[in-house]
């Protein structure tokens, strides 16, 4: 890792996405956790306060470091142990069934095999387990989607391997994971080609085959 990406980038990237609304949008997904967690995609840890006390542990997979001393500091201040491991998702070092949540917020997009990574989240979550996820991706819109598609290998460059233009909703689907809710909304105060949210469960098994519809909060 360049000098960029281990210092420069993660910085920046944890002034923007701490603040007031990305906590709040945070805050919301995970007080649904509980048990045994796997998020993907640690960052700079700013998930760890959002988190409720029924976490009884949080296991995270990151490939690289970022800012250590600071994720140490927010993870000495949850009440629940955190195990960090580095390394990618395509390939978890955890054996079938044992979570009861994994939780993704902001990652997808940067993975480079998303597919691959979400198969092995179904592989680890329980039958009854759940994967809650918020990121961001394509638009529906036709012209913002053009200006991603556009804008998407000068992101990849600046973010690091980020990209704007994935339909997360089809890559969970193609993983063989089974959508039960699905939010897509425009995050305020961000820029459309990177604030269009897709937020929601999903599950390893087929338990409700009358799920909600997408909802758009446009």
């Known amino acids: 890792m360049g000098l960029y990406a281990s210092y420069i980038f993660p910085r920046l990237m944890d002034r923007v996405m701490r603040g007031q609304e990305f906590q709040r949008l945070r805050t919301d997904l995970l ?5 045994e967690v796997l998020e993907i995609g640690l960052g ?16 995270a997979v ?7 001393e600071l994720v140490a500091t927010r ?14 998702a395509e390939r978890l070092p955890y054996e079938a069934g044992v979570f009861d949540c994994v939780v993704s917020t902001w990652t997808l997009c940067t993975i480079p095999d998303p597919i691959e990574a979400l198969r092995e989240v179904r592989r ?30 000068l992101q990849n460059v600046i973010g690091c391997g980020c990209n704007l233009n994935r339909r997360i909703d089809q890559l969970i689907s193609k993983a063989g ?10 995050m305020e105060g961000v820029p459309r080609i990177g604030g269009e949210l897709y937020r929601g469960i999903a599950t390893p098994n087929r338990t409700d085959v009358s799920a909600p519809p997408e909802t758009d909060g446009r």
């Open 75 to 88: 993870s000495a201040a949850v009440p629940f142990p955190v195990e960090i491991t580095h390394l990618s």
């Open 44 to 59: 700079t840890g700013l998930n760890l306060a959002c988190y409720p006390p029924r976490v009884l542990r949080l296991h």
């Open 177 to 186: 994971l089974h959508i039960l809710q699905l939010d897509r909304f425009v």
């Open 31 to 35: 007080k649904n956790t509980d048990g």
């Open 124 to 153: 680890v979550l329980k039958p009854t387990g759940r994967l809650l996820f918020l990121e961001h991706g394509r638009s529906n819109d036709a012209r913002t989607a053009a200006w991603q598609d556009r804008l998407n290998p």
């Open 62 to 68: 990151d490939p690289a470091p970022l800012l250590p």
